[in-house]
């Protein structure tokens, strides 16, 4: 990855929402705020992972910046195609739509499975210089692409409510 492209990327890791502790407006809001914040700071291209909830809060969020005109690129790093099918029908709805608006759309891994989304995990922290986290302590892929950000020195913006 080139260094200057990954100075100015952004990433996002957080839990399902029926994992999540928190209010789901609490936990939007507070995405806004912090993809705000990293606009500001010259941040200009996001990669969400696409998962339901904070993925797809975020990307929904770095879209709308968009369409308000924001010099903003939305990346979409799935980790298979077919990865939303056995989701409930609105979430693949949303899904869909953040791939079709995505400036750059990529499959990570070429079979379905658990390592595709710990490939897909590391492919994002790989390609950013910052994460964006909601993490309420639960153990998993949220806790591990944190603690694999932290090893490759990208900076972790958690959630605090």
Known sequence: MDKEKRKISCTFTGHRPEKLDADEE??????????????AEGYMDFITGMARGVDIWAAEE????????ADLRLIAASAFKGMEERWARDWQVRYRTVLKKADEVHFISAKPGRRAFFERNEWMVDHASRLIAVYTGAGGGTKMTMEYAGKQGVEVRKYKR
């Open 26 to 39: 609490h936990v939007i809001k507070w995405l806004k705020k912090e993809i705000g914040k990293a606009v």
């Open 62 to 69: 770095v879209l709308r910046l968009k369409e308000e005109g």
